[in-house]
């Protein structure tokens, strides 16, 4: 049994439960900076040690794998001091908020090869897409040429207060837009080569949020494709991922009860309903492939490699809102 830590318990509490269906990994420790939540803890889950402080956790006798799920802020310190100590680490998105810190993440991975690292990028997991991507794989889309995804946060509320809104930085493309970015790779298996962006925050005017509310971008890939993605976060709309995926052969939409894909051009043609569950998955369920792959090397979900360049692609959408020209990933 590997022995696991939880930095943070929002979404980090879910976690417990993919280490648990694993049925190889225990949860021994668990920390949060809030005193509320280390009395739920301490309440809730006797048998786990409870740590104030990640750097405590990240120290536990014995530990073998941590969740991050701490603020966005907090990821990068965190995962360094995890390299130092030789844990493997399941990190919420993003990796980290800055390219200099992609920079050093990737000199720490590339010295420590054997240290696995994945992400929630839980979207690969709802059902809809993954019958979407085995549809893709057989050629039924034809030659993909444009994608629109679009994060639909629809949670004005949690940008407005509370730790993002008081963040130096916070950015709704690395805390949404990463998702759909990272979706549209996945089905693809295109890094996109370039991106240019713009935004604003009339949502959320007049509120402590600071930063734009809503990005869209424009991305472009090695076979030609297109694609504009954009993180609605102050949406009068509830959570959804919307995407369009345009092919030679065929368009998938996804829509709130089912995904449809339109075969024909014909305007009396029915599209097929892909009735696969969306977004069908629950937070932890990534975490039992990720025990498999430190135990056995299987295949993760999401690979470090995926997470890296997805961050890299959410990095450059960001320079280039803020810079106002087309910005090469490989400039990150
Ligand atoms: N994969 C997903 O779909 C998904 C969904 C939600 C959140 N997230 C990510 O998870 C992270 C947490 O978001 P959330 O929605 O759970 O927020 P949250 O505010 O609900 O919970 C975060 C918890 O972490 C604790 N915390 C924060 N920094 C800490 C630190 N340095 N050390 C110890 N505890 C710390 C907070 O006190 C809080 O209890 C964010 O990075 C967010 O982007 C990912």
């Not at 990028?121 to 893709?136: E, V």
């Not at 065929?250 to 029915?270: Q, V």
């Amino acid at each position: 049994m590997l022995k696991a830590g939880i930095i943070g318990l929002g979404v980090g509490e879910r976690h417990i439960a993919g280490y648990q269906q694993s049925g190889r990994a225990e949860v021994v420790a668990l920390c949060d900076i809030d005193p509320a939540k280390a009395q739920m803890a301490r309440e809730k889950y006797p048998g786990m040690t409870f740590y104030g402080q990640a750097d405590e956790l990240l120290r536990h006798p014995g530990l073998d794998v941590v969740s991050i799920a701490s603020f966005d802020q907090d990821h990068y310190d965190q995962l360094r001091l995890a390299y130092d100590l030789n844990l493997h680490v399941f990190v919420e998105k993003p990796l980290c908020q800055f390219d200099w810190q992609l920079r050093e993440l990737e000199k720490l991975r590339a010295a420590k090869p054997g240290l696995k690292m994945s992400s929630n990028l839980i979207l690969r997991r709802a059902p809809r897409f993954i019958d979407l991507k085995t549809r893709i794989a057989r050629g039924e889309l034809g030659t993909l040429y444009h994608a629109e995804a679009d994060y639909v946060y629809g949670r004005l509320h949690k940008i407005t207060a509370g730790w993002r809104a008081e963040s130096p930085f916070y950015s709704v493309i690395q805390g949404g837009g990463v998702h759909v970015i990272d979706l549209l790779m996945w089905l693809t298996g295109e890094t996109p080569v370039d991106a240019v962006a713009i935004g604003n925050r009339i949502s959320s005017a007049g509120t402590a949020f600071r930063h734009p509310d809503m990005v869209a971008a424009l991305l472009r890939f090695p076979s030609g494709m297109t694609a504009k993605v954009s993180a609605n976060f102050g949406s009068v709309y509830p959570h959804f991922h919307k995407l369009q995926l345009y092919g030679t052969g065929a368009t998938f939409e996804n829509g709130p009860e089912t995904g449809l894909l339109w075969t024909s051009r014909d305007p009396d043609m029915k599209p097929l309903a892909l009735t696969g569950a969306y977004p069908g998955a629950a937070k932890g369920d990534m975490i039992p492939a990720f025990i498999a792959a430190i135990l056995d090397g299987a295949a993760m979900d999401v690979s470090a490699e995926d997470v890296f360049t997805g961050m890299r692609a959410c990095l450059a959408v960001d320079k280039a809102l803020a810079e106002g020209r087309f910005v090469r990933l490989d400039e990150i």
